[in-house]
């Protein structure tokens, strides 16, 4: 299926809910570090993820992922 929007595309934006849904499972592979929030927007052009962590040492961390669809090469 060809995308006709990347302004947010459907994927980007499905693909930003399914890391924010799957926050519990991700802390489950981060050594020593507890996610104590997840931030989302998914209305921008590429949507994003900001993930706010606590080591062991109850040091604060972040960690931001921006979700970029590379446009389709038909």
């Known amino acids: ?31 020593n570090n507890q996610v104590i929030h997840v931030e989302t927007n998914i209305r921008r052009d590429n949507p994003m993820v900001r993930f706010s962590l606590l080591d062991k040492d109850g040091d604060p961390h972040e960690i931001v992922l ?9």
Not at 5 to 11: E, G, M, Q, R, V
């Open 66 to 74: 921006r979700i970029v669809q590379v446009p389709d090469k038909f």
């Open 1 to 31: 299926m060809k995308t006709s929007s990347y302004n947010p595309s459907p994927i980007e934006v499905d693909f930003a809910n399914a890391l924010y849904v799957l926050q519990k499972e991700i802390e489950k592979h981060l050594q």
